[in-house]
C-alpha cells in the first residue's frame, strides 16, 4: 500500500512564528487531505488538495503531485493551532492512508 | 447543517464482547468510512461504504463489520472484542467519496 511520511514529527513554536509541514507519499494518488485533531480529539478538515495552491485564512497548502509531496504553511501561529496535523492520501480512491502526523505546541 | 454524529461517545466492555457504533452521516453525503485510531498504530481505515455497499475494505480480521442503511447512516460492530481492540473509533461522511471527508468526535471503546 501507499507510505505516507510526515516530517518533522513534533514542532515547538512560539505564537507568532511561521511553520511548514511536509507530506511525502510513495505512489500518485487523486485523493490528499490535511486534518487538524485539536487537543479534545476532533479532527477537522483543513484541505482537500490532490494537487495545486490552496489558502485559508493564516493556513495554505501545496500538493506537488508529479514529485509526491505536500506542504501545509501556518503563518502568524496561534496557542489554538497545537494539536496532531494529518496528512491522508488515496490512490483510485481506495482506503484513506493516514501519515503518523505531527504534533504541534505553539507556546504563548 | 449538522455534523456527522457519532453514538455512543464512551463504552466499556469487556474481552469477548460484541459492540455496534453508530454513525450518522452529514445529510446528502453518501458515502461513510470508518477508522481505527490507536497510539501504537495511528489512524487506520477499516471500512467505506456508498449506497449500502461496502465499496472499499481495509486490513482488519473479519471480526470487524458494518453496514449501511438506505438513508446513509451506517453502523460498525466489533465481536468478540479482544483487549488490542481498545481504541478511538471515528466515523467520516462525504458526497461521493472522493471529496473532502468529515469527521465525526469518534466513540472512545475501552476493553477490560
Known amino acids: 500500500g501507499i507510505q505516507v511520511e510526515q516530517s518533522p514529527p513534533d514542532l515547538i513554536l512560539q505564537e507568532g512564528a511561521n511553520s511548514t509541514l511536509r507530506c511525502n507519499f510513495s505512489?500518485?494518488?487523486?485523493?490528499l487531505q490535511w486534518f487538524h485533531q485539536n487537543p479534545w480529539g476532533q479532527l477537522i478538515n483543513l484541505f482537500y488538495?490532490?494537487?495545486g495552491t490552496k489558502q485559508n485564512g493564516r493556513l495554505s497548502a501545496t500538493t506537488v503531485a508529479t514529485e509526491r509531496y505536500s506542504l501545509l504553511y501556518i503563518s502568524s501561529s496561534q496557542t489554538t493551532d497545537s494539536g496532531v496535523y494529518f496528512c491522508a492520501v488515496a490512490k483510485n480512491n481506495n482506503d484513506m492512508r493516514f501519515g503518523a502526523g505531527t504534533r504541534l505546541t505553539v507556546k504563548p | 447543517k449538522a455534523g456527522v454524529t457519532q453514538t455512543p461517545r464512551y463504552l466499556i466492555k469487556t474481552r469477548g464482547q460484541q459492540v455496534t457504533l453508530s454513525c450518522s452521516p452529514i445529510s446528502g453525503h453518501r458515502s461513510v468510512s470508518w477508522y481505527q485510531q490507536t497510539p501504537g498504530q495511528g489512524l487506520q481505515f477499516l471500512f467505506e461504504?456508498?449506497?449500502?455497499?461496502?465499496?472499499n475494505k481495509g486490513n482488519f480480521p473479519g471480526r470487524f463489520s458494518g453496514r449501511q442503511f438506505s438513508n446513509s447512516r451506517s453502523e460498525m460492530n466489533v465481536s468478540t472484542l479482544e483487549l488490542g481492540d481498545s481504541a478511538l473509533y471515528l466515523c467520516?461522511?462525504?458526497?461521493?467519496?472522493?471529496?473532502?471527508?468529515?469527521f465525526g468526535d469518534g466513540t472512545r471503546l475501552s476493553i477490560l
Open positions: 467520516a461522511s462525504s458526497l461521493w467519496g472522493d471529496q473532502p471527508q468529515h
Open positions: 505512489d500518485s494518488v487523486n485523493n
Open positions: 488538495i490532490p494537487s
Open positions: 461504504y456508498f449506497s449500502e455497499t461496502q465499496r
